[in-house]
T-cell receptor, first 113, second 112 residues
């Protein structure tokens, strides 16, 4: 049973570019959350998707957008990249309505030059 | 959401018991306390969750006093592989629907 998978593992972009990160949830999970983790900090919640809709959103600008597909996988898009967007982007999956913990993927390391 | 405070870092020798304390003075009545572990370049991993008194699983124990304003994660007989960052979170138990609020965590270093 595969856990949460994310792609790519690493990514290097330049300022102003756009990036798309991908996440496949753990088998049986229907909810996907995205987090940004800057170096030396704890993960910060970006948003959560359930039933292909954004259900909750953290304090992130509109440059950060997402999508969830019918198979529950998800994408995180970041437009007009800034140097400060350099971070580890984590995806977590869970099953809505259950009291289980969120399972995290290994993350995508994004470097903006 | 209740804010948590925990030590920035701790060192311990292999084989010892390690206790990491977290303060959460503004915890709400329906809040649970949860601890996550994170290794470098990996996502956080759930360790343990509790509401009051004591909870124990195969990995750790969680001690919560009656006033619930603090909690202590206890790791028995640590090994080098326990070197990681440990996060204390406070929030509703139904984590599948909740956004998780992480602090800066406690960086635990195990010394041979």
């Amino acid at each position: 049973d595969a856990g949460v998978t994310q792609s790519p593992t690493h990514l290097i972009k330049t300022r102003g570019q756009q990036v798309t990160l991908r996440c496949s949830p753990k088998s049986g999970h229907d909810t996907v959350s995205w987090y940004q983790q800057a170096l030396g900090q704890g993960p910060q919640f970006i948003f959560q998707y359930y039933e292909e809709e954004e259900r909750q959103r953290g304090n992130f600008p509109d440059r950060f957008s997402g999508h969830q597909f019918p198979n529950y996988s998800s994408e995180l898009n970041v437009n007009a990249l800034l140097l400060g967007d350099s971070a580890l982007y984590l995806c977590a999956s869970s099953l809505a309505g259950q009291g289980d913990e969120q399972f995290f993927g290994p993350g995508t390391r994004l470097t903006v030059l | 959401l209740a804010k948590t405070t925990q030590p920035i870092s701790m060192d311990s020798y292999e084989g010892q018991e390690v206790n990491i304390t977290c303060s959460h003075n503004n915890i709400a009545t329906n809040d649970y306390i949860t601890w996550y572990q994170q290794f470098p370049s990996q996502g956080p991993r759930f360790i343990i969750q509790g509401y009051k008194t004591k909870v124990t699983n195969e990995v750790a124990s969680l001690f919560i006093p009656a006033d619930r304003k603090s909690s202590t994660l206890s790791l028995p007989r640590v090994s080098l592989s326990d070197t990681a960052v440990y996060y204390c979170l406070v929030g509703k138990s139904n984590f599948g629907n909740e956004k998780l609020t992480f602090g800066t965590g406690t960086r635990l270093t195990i010394i041979p």
